[in-house]
């Protein structure tokens, strides 16, 4: 977590190796490394966006004392309360592999993957030059645990190689 703010304890929290912000309502999170008095787990009890990370609430924390004891930890989060589609995002099992167009073929190798609002671009480069694919779920056929992964890209979007 970044930084403390308001009045009620809230925290926010920045989303680390290049992941959306995923923390919601309801949400248990483990402290790491954990402090010796205090809380271990936590509960959201309310988030909204920021210009800079999310503005979190959690129960029990209702002051900035509380909050402080926050500041520079990390939040960890159980695979199952993970949304479906995490692996679309998930940098360290991204980066390095090969993305296969099912009409054209190779698109090129993902080299970098930017976070946007709306949603993510994978950075591909191969024999094309550089592909700026959107990850958007339509377009994803595939993304096995190893191997190219399959997209059906829209025409137009892929430079004549």
Not at 91 to 106: I, K, W, Y
Not at 126 to 143: C, F, K, N, Q, Y
Request: charged letters at 25%; aromatic letters at 2%.
């Amino acid at each position: 977590m970044e930084k403390t703010h308001g009045r009620r304890g809230e925290v926010v929290t920045v989303p680390v190796h290049g992941l959306p912000a995923y923390l919601s309502v309801g949400m248990e999170v483990q402290v790491v490394p954990p402090n010796l008095r205090g809380p271990r787990t936590l509960v959201v009890t309310s988030c909204d966006q920021g210009k800079t990370g999310q503005l979190v609430a959690f129960r029990g924390i209702l002051n900035i004392a509380d909050a402080s004891e926050l500041v520079g930890k990390t939040l960890l989060v159980s695979k199952d309360c993970l949304p479906e589609d995490f692996p679309l995002h998930d940098r360290e099992r991204l980066l390095g592999r090969t993305v296969v167009d099912v009409a054209a073929g190779e698109v090129g190798v993902i080299e970098e993957v930017l976070v946007s609002p709306a949603h993510d671009v994978w950075v591909c480069r191969g024999a094309r030059g550089e592909t700026l694919v959107p990850v958007i779920a339509d377009m994803v056929v595939s993304l096995a645990e190893e191997g190219p992964i399959e997209v059906a890209l829209p025409e137009g979007l892929l430079e004549e190689g």
